[in-house]
């Protein structure tokens, strides 16, 4: 059974830190491209920030560069996103992604943490 789980959110004043984690099972996550997304309230899912396999290569959505980095472990099946300098346009749920662009399959989706950046 394939299962994303994220964690680590919570509520940060603006300017502090977090870090996200997304930890896999029921798939072989070495061969899976991660992606983070985030979704607020009344606006679309967009992506935040993405690695690939390995790890060589990452993305960032121009609004979080300099400001977020994402990472991953294959060893802990585990993606993280550590986020820095928050503020309040960053509050939303975050969602990790799963995709496998070699086999074409997923994607597949976690449930979700909410991030809130408030004073």
């Known amino acids: 059974q394939v299962q994303l789980v994220e964690s680590g959110g919570g509520l940060v004043q603006p300017g502090g830190s977090l870090r996200l984690s997304c930890t896999a099972s029921?798939?072989?996550?070495?061969?899976?491209?991660m992606s983070w997304y985030r979704q607020a309230p009344g606006k679309e899912r967009e992506l935040v920030a993405g690695?690939?396999?390995?790890?060589?290569?990452?993305n960032y959505a121009d609004s979080v560069k300099g400001r977020f980095t994402i990472s991953r472990d294959n060893a802990k099946n585990t993606v993280y996103l550590q986020m820095n300098s928050l503020k309040p346009e960053d509050t939303a749920v975050y969602y990790c992604?799963?995709?496998?662009?070699?086999?074409?399959?997923?994607?597949?989706w976690g449930q979700g943490t909410q991030v809130t950046v408030s004073s």
């Open positions: 992604k799963a995709f496998d662009y070699g086999l074409r399959v997923g994607p597949y």
């Open positions: 029921g798939f072989t996550f070495s061969t899976y491209a």
């Open positions: 690695i690939t396999t390995t790890g060589g290569r990452t």
